[in-house]
């Protein structure tokens, strides 16, 4: 079936910083989302993406959907505390069932 | 909008006993409800989807008379883990998906359930 790589896995950075982050899947996919997820929560949907070469912002966020349709990338600007948390990306294939597939997740911890 | 609940976010229940879940869409009329658990420090896994009015569709590996899915309407479907056992013990999650006409529609997840079965 279709999978999606996640990486990095988990990232330790410094409150200021950038963070960047990316899926790549063994086959094309339709739509790809970014999710966050807080400890003990479901997933908060941050970024949909429809088109490739899409470039979209929500505040600090932004995420690409790759040319090829086999890759997306979330990149948040300026890292503040409350940006801890797990995100995952998920691809949407409209042909193949509209299910999502989920990447593996990156933890992201920020120290102030 | 878009806001998904769940109901209990976590219940303890004795080994051999059922236990139901219900997942409400608040604002929103959800066609489709899916259902995921998530194991610590992994990525969700889709166990089942349900259309309103139909059979759920269980994946791989999910035992259908184990894990009964009942969406009986537009806003509320409920998973029962019938006869649990320590290792059901998870964090489960359901969502939905808005059946806004014409527009993209995008899942959206609940608050999630933590089921301990001792």
């Known amino acids: 079936g279709q999978q999606l790589n996640q990486s990095p896995q988990s990232m330790f950075i410094q409150e200021g910083e950038d963070v960047s982050m990316n899926c790549t899947s063994s086959s094309i996919f339709n739509t790809w989302l970014w999710y966050k997820q807080e400890p003990g929560e479901g997933p908060v949907l941050l970024i949909a993406?429809?088109?490739?070469?899409e470039l979209t912002s929500n505040g600090r966020l932004t995420a690409q959907f790759g040319i090829t349709r086999k890759d997306s990338f979330l990149n948040i600007s300026a890292s503040i505390p409350s940006d801890v948390g797990i995100y995952f990306c998920?691809?949407?294939?409209?042909?193949?069932?509209?299910?999502?597939?989920f990447g593996g997740g990156t933890r992201l911890m920020v120290k102030p | 909008g878009a806001v998904v609940s769940q109901h209990p976010s976590r219940v303890i229940c004795k080994s051999g006993t059922s236990v139901k879940i219900e997942c409400r869409s608040l604002d929103f009329q959800a066609t489709t409800m899916f259902w995921y658990r998530q194991f610590p420090k992994q990525s969700l896994m889709l166990m089942a989807t349900?259309?309103?009015?139909?059979?759920?569709?269980?994946e791989q590996g999910v035992e259908k008379d184990k894990f009964l899915i009942n969406h009986a309407s537009l806003t509320l479907s409920t998973l029962t883990v019938t006869s649990a056992h320590p290792e059901d013990s998870s964090f489960y999650i359901c969502?939905?998906?808005?059946?806004?006409?014409?527009?993209?529609?995008?899942?959206?997840f609940g608050p999630g359930t933590r089921l301990t079965v001792t």
């Open positions: 998920a691809g949407r294939n409209n042909n193949a069932g509209n299910m999502l597939t």
């Open positions: 969502s939905a998906r808005d059946r806004t006409g014409g527009a993209p529609y995008e899942q959206y």
């Open positions: 993406l429809y088109k490739a070469g």
């Open positions: 349900s259309n309103e009015g139909s059979k759920a569709t269980y």
